[in-house]
């Protein structure tokens, strides 16, 4: 079997998310499993090519859109999986990936629609001819619309994972003749989204498959609250919709091997996971060990419901814990996170995004917090729970997959319901009483380091969902 991948982001080469954890990762799995595996991205101008031995291969792909064209050199590299790199630098060679914190670049319709077109054409001119085309996220979903509107290879399949439905890539109508597509693809059975253009409908309704990166959000996605508009379409296509729980790459994520942390361990050494935390209090400035240290890593987004730790802030700095926040993104929230940098002795800030220390945060802490509004899976929580850090988290998407209650049967973790402040608090409150009877958080510690929240499996079921791709149900997960 053929798999031609394709994402905006890849782990190692680019991330800003999940998103490029499972696109590092899932090609690597699925090429063990003996199937060929072609990854696309484009070139960012922060792409390492030295680093990583990215070397240009000769082969130019002109496309045509936007009333011009334009011409993409492609980069090679192959490490099992034959990775390439799509490079035109007035497209891609900017600061960031998608946008600055002021906001999403505004041709981002035209840069991701022709990287779209040059991973299309690269497929024709070099003969590849894949079984399956799986993208991922709004950036590539023009591809299962190009595949079978413009191309018209209707015998391959084509797979969107939806990593989260919040992004979905509304341009204005004129869009359409930006990308070169034709206006009859401007109703509402197809690209067309109140007016606009949405790239995630186009993917969603042209895809042989949709998948999302857990079983409780793709339910939750077919409701108004989470649907974000386009609950009615997924419930129309709910026959070709499956949720693939997403997992992490156990060899990028070990505290046994991982070169950032102060000191090595697994379940079997866990004293040398509280040197980790001493060592970290130190270099922060934290006090007392003793205390259990709470950490949250990840987006400044709403998502990731930064508000009710804002809200909470004052009260957090007054519980007998210390917190330590690592994060960027929105203006609004970075403003914040710096104004208090300093401000209260038990909470540490750093605003940026800084993967290192982020290693040594998991490997420090004793409680990792997500109170997410909506969750499609999160990752963070299985990175810590592999680092021996309890989770303490909202009950919705992912998290409700991977994270269950320590009042439930072999529970291991602190759930709590709604994303309210008095809610939150309780769940931090409980933590702290957790903390204090030793014998059972050095229990769950083990516990939760040998649950299996490996990419392996996640790989496994998507090679099931390829095999037997078609519009029904049928196809058990
Ligand atoms: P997202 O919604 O952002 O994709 P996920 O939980 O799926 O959230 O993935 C987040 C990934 O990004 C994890 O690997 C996490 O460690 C990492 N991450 C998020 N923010 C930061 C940051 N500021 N610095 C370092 N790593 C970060």
Redesign the pocket.
């Known amino acids: 079997m053929k798999v031609v991948f394709v994402s905006s982001e890849i782990y190692p080469f680019a991330k800003t ?3 490029a ?1 499972i696109a590092g990762a899932l090609p690597v799995k699925i090429t063990k499993h003996g199937i060929r595996t072609f990854a696309f991205m484009p070139l960012y101008k922060t792409v390492d090519t030295e680093k990583f031995g990215i070397k240009p291969i000769n082969v130019k792909l002109d496309v045509y859109l936007n009333g011009r064209s334009y011409t993409f050199e492609v980069y090679k590299l192959i490490d099992g999986v034959s990775y390439f790199f799509l490079k035109n630098d007035e497209l891609f060679g900017r600061d960031y990936l998608y946008g600055t914190p002021e906001g999403d670049y505004p041709d981002n319709d035209v840069r991701f629609g022709a990287f779209s077109y040059a991973v299309m054409e690269f497929i024709k001119n070099e003969g590849l001819n894949p079984d399956i085309i799986h993208v991922n996220d709004w950036q590539t979903s023009l591809i299962p619309v190009l595949t079978y509107y413009k191309y018209g290879w209707h015998d391959v399949k084509t797979v969107l994972t939806i ?2 439905l919040a992004y979905q890539g509304i341009f204005d109508k004129y869009s359409i003749e930006r990308l070169n597509l034709g206006w009859d693809l401007f109703h509402m059975e197809a690209l067309e989204f109140y007016d606009k253009v949405n790239f995630l409908k186009g993917g969603i309704v042209f895809s042989t498959a949709v998948t999302t990166v857990s079983p409780t959000y793709a339910k939750e996605i077919l409701t108004p609250e989470y649907g974000y508009g386009l609950d009615g379409l997924l419930r129309k296509y709910e026959n070709k919709l499956f949720g693939i729980i997403n997992g992490i790459d156990y060899d990028v994520w070990n505290p046994e091997t991982d070169k950032h942390i102060y000191k090595n361990y697994c379940s079997f050494t866990l004293q040398n996971k509280d040197i980790n935390k001493e060592m970290f209090l130190k270099e922060t400035g934290l006090k007392d060990k003793s205390k259990p240290l709470f950490i949250f ?3 400044f987004a709403k998502q990731k419901g930064i508000d009710l730790i804002i809200d909470s802030i004052d009260d957090l700095s007054k519980l007998p814990i210390n917190l330590a926040i ?3 993104g929105d203006k609004g929230y970075n403003d914040f996170f710096e104004s208090i940098k300093g401000k209260y002795e038990n909470i540490f800030v750093k605003v ?4 290192p220390l ?1 290693r040594k945060m998991y490997a420090s802490a004793d409680f990792l917090t997500m109170p997410s509004l909506f969750e499609p ?4 929580q299985m ?1 810590a729970m592999r680092y021996g850090t309890l989770v303490v988290a909202r009950k919705t998407g992912g998290l409700n997959d991977t994270v269950k209650d320590i009042s439930e049967k072999d529970g291991y973790g602190i759930v709590f319901e709604k994303p309210e402040k008095h809610e939150f608090l309780n769940a931090i409150s409980r933590a702290v009483e957790l903390y204090k009877n030793k014998t059972t958080f050095e229990d769950l510690r083990k516990k939760v380091m040998e649950l299996d929240f490996s990419i392996e499996s996640t790989a496994a079921k998507y090679i099931k969902l390829y095999e037997n791709i078609k519009y029904s149900r049928e196809v058990k997960l």
């Open positions: 998310g999940g998103l954890d990593h989260n890593i990840g987006r690592l994060g960027s940026g995004y800084d993967e982020s899976c999160g990752l963070n990175i």
